[in-house]
């Protein structure tokens, strides 16, 4: 199985600040790569796929990169709406696999 | 408007049986690859399961193998979660997806499911 290590685990942060999450595949995935952010009692959204592209009615300031085992997601500049925790998954093979995501507090 | 809507969760006892269904709408079931993904209190997310568009192809996490069964009704627009010899750490929100190659970009509110004595 293909284990994503996502990291930090927790992140606090200001309003504007750049924010850079991690996530680390224990084997090469290429780019089978998606990237969800979650807010507390709702269900994840999809934020970016295939690693690095936006999907439809994301800001901007969201940007992924990264392929074979090392992804990054980027906000350029936190807003108040992007506190959250975020999630990796891989959709390289099955079973398929989340990071143990990242939560983003204010400081 | 493209929707998800589980319903069928609630509190078991440990051993016991609950059926989750998932009815789509706004969109043209058949031709997607469906997914349940859960998430255990205060925990991260795990994917549980898919089924291809016609069923002919399931696959399932380990740590539900033989228990739980994926099906789904493309006349019904749904998908369906039967879930057999329930244990504590099947507690957990439990999502359906729509699945596409590159990510699962519907999901529904999900349904709670308790096992507990």
């Known amino acids: 199985d293909i284990q994503l290590t996502q990291s930090p685990s927790f992140l606090s942060a200001s309003v504007g600040d750049r924010v850079t999450i991690t996530c680390r595949a224990s084997?090469?995935?290429?780019?089978?790569l998606a990237w969800y952010q979650q807010k507390p009692g709702k269900a994840p959204k999809l934020l970016i796929y295939?690693?690095?592209t936006l999907q439809s009615g994301v800001p901007s300031r969201f940007s992924g990169s990264g392929s074979g085992t090392e992804f990054t997601l980027t906000i350029s500049s936190l807003q108040p709406e992007d506190f959250a925790t975020y999630y990796c998954q891989q959709l390289n093979s099955f079973p398929l696999t989340f990071g143990g995501g990242t939560k983003v507090e204010i400081k | 408007e493209v929707q998800l809507v589980e319903s069928g969760g609630g509190l078991v006892q440990p051993g016991g049986s609950l059926r989750l269904s998932c009815a789509a709408s706004g969109f043209t079931f058949k031709d997607y690859w469906m997914s349940w993904v859960r998430q255990a209190p205060g925990q991260g997310l795990e994917w549980v399961a898919n089924?291809?568009?016609?069923?002919?192809?399931?696959y399932y996490v380990d740590s539900v193998k033989g228990r739980f069964t994926i099906s789904r009704d493309n006349a019904k627009n749904s998908v369906y979660l039967q879930m057999n010899s329930l244990r504590a750490e099947d507690t957990a929100v439990y999502y359906c997806a729509r699945v596409q190659s590159y990510g699962l970009d519907v999901w529904g509110q999900g349904t709670t499911v308790t096992v507990s004595s």
């Open positions: 089924i291809k568009r016609d069923g002919s192809e399931k």
């Open positions: 084997q090469g995935i290429s780019g089978s």
């Open positions: 295939a690693a690095s």
